[in-house]
């Protein structure tokens, strides 16, 4: 792996990707109501790799699952390719979310009783993609990083860091233009969540697909070419 940071800039130079305009979110409970987004607004275009960090409670998973269409925000808009992503149908954002996004989560969520290669493949088959296309895109991809001789275990037999690199090749299954990525080495030790961060580095130099990472890790941040504050549900002016 390349552990050279990329040079930093203010935006990438392959064309907006995502427009995110004055985005609220806000949850009731109990009759309170709390702000958790506060008017964000970001530009991301593609083949970018964005950090964001802050303290717990700021709002950046919020924020991520809402980029994902995971969540619905309370005001504002997420223009993605000048198309806003809520004016969809439900049924609209669902083939969004699992044709052209691709998520990582702290914890990898695979699938016990199947193995590399199938975990890998589960959401080309909701999709309703040809089977063995599907189990032969993702031998490529568990060869691509790394995991060639692992591809038929299942995920008890594999390591943590093993298991975060199917998240990653799951992930990536669909081709997606943009990977959203939250806390994806919090759960592993330094040595292993720094291989898997390499990974995510070296795959976006390798495919130009836009990379958006909630972390907490500090030196991680600095090394992604952008990288945002976010505090009490809104972005800072400094930079990390």
Do not use: W
């Not at 607004?41 to 269409?69: Q, R």
């Not at 009783?113 to 993609?129: H, K, R, S, W």
Request: proline fraction near 5%; aromatic fraction near 4%; hydrophobic fraction near 40%.
């Amino acid at each position: 792996m390349n552990n050279a940071a990329p040079q930093r800039t203010e935006a990438g130079t392959d064309g907006r990707l995502l427009q995110i305009q004055d985005i609220c979110k806000a949850y009731a409970h109990n009759g309170t109501l709390t702000q958790v987004l506060n008017g964000v607004n970001l530009t991301v275009s593609a083949g970018d790799m964005l950090a964001i960090i802050g303290p717990s409670g700021a709002g950046k998973s919020t924020l991520l699952h809402i980029l994902g269409a995971l969540d619905s925000p309370t005001g504002g808009r997420v223009l993605y390719r000048d198309e806003d992503i809520f004016a969809r149908t439900p049924a609209e954002r669902a083939g969004f979310r699992n044709r052209r996004v691709g998520f990582i989560f702290q914890f990898h969520h695979l699938l016990p009783e199947f193995d590399a290669v199938e975990n890998t493949c589960m959401p080309a088959l909701i999709a309703g993609q040809d089977a063995r296309r599907c189990r032969q895109r993702a031998r490529e991809l568990l060869e691509r990083i790394g995991l060639g001789s692992r591809m038929h275990h299942k995920p008890g037999e594999l390591s943590g860091g093993e298991q975060q690199r199917v998240a990653v090749a799951r992930a990536l299954i669909m081709g997606p233009e943009l990977v959203l990525a939250d806390e994806p080495t919090g759960n592993l030790d330094s040595h292993t969540g720094q291989e898997v961060f390499d990974l995510l580095i070296e795959l976006n130099a390798r495919t130009r697909t836009t990379l958006i990472m909630v972390t907490h890790n500090e030196e991680f941040a600095r090394r992604m070419p952008r990288c945002i504050t976010l505090r009490d549900g809104a972005i800072v002016p400094h930079a990390c």
